[in-house]
């Protein structure tokens, strides 16, 4: 099993839709590569903390590999939006890809050039080693799951075109 974690908007939709992807066998929702320790979801949103909101995704690479995983995940980002997804703004929802394993960094510079060509437009996902990660409160982790209804940045038909690759594991 390999982990990345993958920041991109408000974790709520992040989670549940990275969740649903074949290959991911687990998700945690928190807050990564920021000034402070043990930050809470208030101290994120209200206290110029530099924490964004980021999904730790474990995930099987012989399922799932990293380009097809960042692939997905570019699917419901706006990777040219600057500290901004969807309705949501401030650098807490900035994009960024932490990785854990020095081989990952060059997988994932090289994705980022593609990315930024395939788009003709310069890419403001951060790509950074993860200096930490805090766990977000419990009523944080799976929200969707619990609230059904809850606000999600990602378009419901990505989230239905996902939950369906998982039942029928195809992506």
Same mark, same amino acid.
């Given at each position: 099993?390999?982990?990345?974690?993958?920041?991109?908007?408000?974790?709520?939709?992040?989670?549940? !839709?990275?969740?649903?992807?074949?290959?991911?066998?687990?998700?945690?929702?928190? !807050?990564?590569?920021?000034?402070?320790?043990?930050?809470?979801?208030? /101290?994120?949103?209200?206290?110029?903390?530099?924490?964004?909101?980021?999904?730790?995704?474990?995930?099987?690479?012989?399922?799932?590999?990293?380009?097809?995983?960042?692939?997905?995940?570019?699917?419901?980002?706006?990777?040219?939006?600057?500290?901004?997804?969807?309705?949501?703004?401030?650098?807490?929802?900035?994009?960024?890809?932490?990785?854990?394993? /020095?081989?990952?960094?060059?997988?994932?510079?090289?994705?980022?050039?593609?990315?930024?060509?395939?788009?003709?437009?310069?890419?403001?996902?951060?790509?950074?080693?993860?200096?930490?990660? !805090?766990?977000?409160?419990?009523?944080?982790?799976?929200?969707?799951?619990?609230?059904?209804?809850? !606000?999600?940045?990602?378009? +419901?038909?990505?989230? /239905? +075109?996902?939950?369906?690759?998982?039942?029928? +594991?195809?992506?």
């Amino acid at each position: 099993m390999k982990t990345i974690y993958l920041a991109g908007g408000c974790f709520w939709g992040m989670q549940k !839709y990275i969740s649903l992807i074949p290959g991911v066998i687990k998700t945690v929702v928190g !807050y990564a590569n920021g000034n402070t320790a043990e930050p809470t979801y208030d /101290d994120v949103c209200n206290r110029n903390t530099g924490h964004a909101e980021t999904v730790e995704v474990v995930y099987d690479e012989t399922v799932l590999p990293l380009t097809r995983l960042l692939d997905l995940y570019a699917d419901v980002i706006d990777p040219v939006s600057l500290n901004r997804q969807g309705a949501d703004i401030g650098t807490q929802y900035r994009t960024g890809i932490y990785f854990t394993c /020095d081989a990952d960094e060059a997988i994932i510079r090289g994705w980022l050039v593609l990315l930024g060509e395939s788009l003709n437009a310069p890419v403001v996902i951060e790509c950074e080693p993860l200096r930490q990660f !805090y766990s977000a409160e419990e009523y944080h982790q799976n929200y969707l799951d619990k609230n059904e209804g809850g !606000y999600c940045h990602i378009p +419901k038909e990505k989230l /239905d +075109k996902i939950s369906r690759a998982e039942t029928t +594991k195809e992506i």
